[in-house]
């Protein structure tokens, strides 16, 4: 049976988006038939996915080529899905490696699908040359940012730039009501730690930051109160005994719980992603940390990585508003340094969170949000 949409998506901030903006198509057109493949935040807007996408959560060249044969075998599947189901068209959600193969499969196998890519390659920061492969192979792009833009107008893709999907993706959290259920005292701080979404992201990100919350937790004792925000598909891993998190860490695997989680929080420890656009948002100060397999560090440096920084306002602003701490660098003692400067000197702490609003505005925060841009494109897409 036919339908309008469907969104794939591969791992949880793609998945995410995915809600984001099919909350807003169903808001601007309630009979809207849409369909996803995904993981399980869809089943907050009612629906599931036909296939399981989390042998897909795996970062960087080395770490992708040892799931390459699950890779092909889901772009396989999903293309089955889609062509089955017959849409109008597909929204193919960020992912480069998983959604080239898909978009590769769909077009060779049923080229009269319309293909549109929700949030393309870093082109801007590392291999120019994927804006002619991806335009060879979808119909429209939603991107983030104006700079990509020139990138893809030599050959003839359509653009529409969304801005910043994080920046309007949570609403303003209620930071003393997660307060007062979490039980804490008027003197108590917040410690939050955010180990990544990916697995490869909590076997060599992770580690390092329940170390740093240790550390922080025997320098301020009971004053500090650590709490680890985590997707449920990484759940087992975070609570791994290999982790040395403090012994009274409470786990969040509540999403409803993130915004007020965030607001909460007096200082975060977070793994560098689109995480730290939302705790900027929710005016969180944090310390941002993150490590690869040694040979896809070398060549990101050496090769493919542009920019002087890891986390997207820092990039806006130019400067290291937040500090980041990435690969050798990336020690317990750095990271529980850091943070313990922004839980002791609150002039510090203060100016870190006005500098991350005004990069956050530099970004966009405060337009049409880009849910509401990318709906409006697609029911455009769609006539």
């Not at 999903?78 to 929204?91: L, M, N, T, Y």
């Not at 689109?274 to 397999?293: D, H, K, N």
């Not at 290291?320 to 529980?336: G, H, I, K, M, S």
Request: proline share 6%; charged share 25%; aromatic share 6%.
């Amino acid at each position: 049976m036919s339908c309008d949409l469907i969104f794939v998506s591969a791992e949880p901030s793609g998945d995410d988006l995915s809600v984001a903006v099919i909350r807003s198509l169903r808001n601007k057109l309630p009979d809207i038939d849409i369909k996803a493949i995904g993981g399980s935040a869809l089943e907050s807007v009612g629906l599931s996915s036909p296939l399981d996408v989390s042998p897909l959560s795996v970062l960087g060249l080395f770490e992708g080529l040892k799931v390459y044969p699950q890779v092909v075998k889901l772009a396989d599947a999903a293309a089955d899905f889609i062509i089955d189901s017959a849409p109008k068209a597909v929204v193919l959600v960020d992912s480069w490696g998983f959604m080239l193969r898909v978009a590769q499969r769909l077009k060779r196998r049923a080229p009269h699908i319309k293909l549109i890519k929700l949030v393309g390659p870093q082109v801007w920061a590392t291999r120019p040359g994927r804006a002619k492969t991806l335009a060879k192979l979808v119909d429209h792009l939603l991107c983030i940012h104006d700079m990509e833009v020139p990138y893809y107008e030599p050959f003839g893709l359509p653009c529409t730039v969304i801005g910043n999907p994080a920046l309007d993706r949570l609403e303003a959290g209620d930071g003393e009501e997660y307060r007062r259920q979490l039980g804490l005292a008027e003197d108590q701080r917040l410690l939050l730690i955010l180990p990544g979404s990916r697995k490869s992201e909590i076997s060599r990100t992770a580690p390092t930051l329940a170390d740093a919350a240790t550390r922080l937790v025997e320098r301020f004792g009971h004053r500090l109160k650590p709490v680890v925000l985590v997707s449920k598909s990484v759940a087992e891993l975070v609570h791994s005994a290999n982790l040395s998190w403090p012994s009274d860490t409470h786990f969040e695997t509540k999403v409803e719980a993130k915004a007020d989680l965030m607001s909460a929080a007096d200082v975060a420890l977070a793994c560098s992603g689109t995480v730290t656009t939302e705790l900027a948002s929710q005016g969180c100060p944090m310390v941002v940390a993150y490590r690869m397999g040694p040979l896809t560090w070398f060549l990101a440096d050496k090769f493919l990585y542009q920019p002087d920084y890891a986390t997207l306002f820092n990039i806006a602003a130019d400067k290291e508003v937040a500090p980041e701490f990435l690969q050798d660098q990336l020690t317990a003692e750095n990271v529980a340094g850091a943070a313990g400067e922004l839980l002791t000197n609150d002039q510090k702490r203060a100016k870190q969170i006005h500098e991350q609003f005004e990069a956050l505005e530099r970004m966009g925060l405060g337009g049409k949000a880009a849910p509401e841009i990318a709906a409006d494109t697609l029911i455009e897409l769609l006539k």
